[in-house]
């Protein structure tokens, strides 16, 4: 039987994308024989997001949620969804739709060849304005000059082998970065590449 993938969808806010997100993303998993879980984390919503997670979990035993007092961030969120999961790897994902679920199965496939991180790299970036591009570039290109690694289209949508997890859980910093850290790790990587969808609902 394959292996348990977990995958953490941070949501802040997102109280029209959980229902659908968690329709979509499992019956992915369901049509290529994946076993999965679904680690909903709301970070402090201010709208229905926890009422519609719990919705969720109802309807599926595969879906689990964790609701914080407050917004923590999204980095808070991410570090949760990995310390509850119980997969033997796990995919991070945006609960807009916007990181495509179809490129799951590719990260999949990936790790059981033997890939320890496999990092989502953007084709395109969807509707960004042409300031919010500028300042983007800037940012990565210099945090690429500075770090060694090439940063620029990298995002938070990844899969990550227990053991990657585990090293991040370790750390002792609480304000970390978590698309450069998989890169600093050192583990056996590769790369997929996307295109950024559009948002299903919400802003």
Not at 2 to 31: C, G
Not at 125 to 143: C, I, N, P
């Amino acid at each position: 039987m394959a292996a348990l993938l977990s995958v953490v969808i941070p949501a802040f806010n997102e109280e029209e994308n959980i229902l659908n997100t968690a329709k979509t993303v499992l019956a992915i998993a369901d049509r290529e024989s994946i076993p999965c879980e679904l680690i909903f984390v709301s970070d402090g919503s201010t709208d229905h997001t926890f009422q519609r997670i719990e919705e969720a979990a109802g309807q599926d035993s595969r879906i689990r949620g964790i609701e914080f007092s407050r917004n923590f961030g999204k980095e808070a969120a991410m570090l949760a969804g990995l310390a509850t999961g119980t997969g033997s790897c796990f995919v991070v994902m945006d609960c807009d739709l916007q990181h495509p679920p179809e490129t799951i199965v590719k990260m999949y496939r990936l790790w059981q060849q033997g890939y320890e991180i496999v990092e989502g790299v953007k084709n395109s970036r969807g509707e960004e304005s042409g300031l919010y591009r500028k300042m983007t570039d800037l940012f990565y290109g210099t945090l690429s000059k500075l770090t060694g690694f090439d940063m620029r289209n990298t995002s938070d949508f990844k899969l990550i082998d227990r053991t990657v997890a585990q090293v991040l859980l370790s750390m002792p910093e609480r304000k970390t970065f978590f698309r450069a850290l998989t890169f600093w790790t050192g583990f056996k990587s590769c790369s997929v590449s996307y295109n950024v969808a559009e948002r299903t609902a919400g802003t």
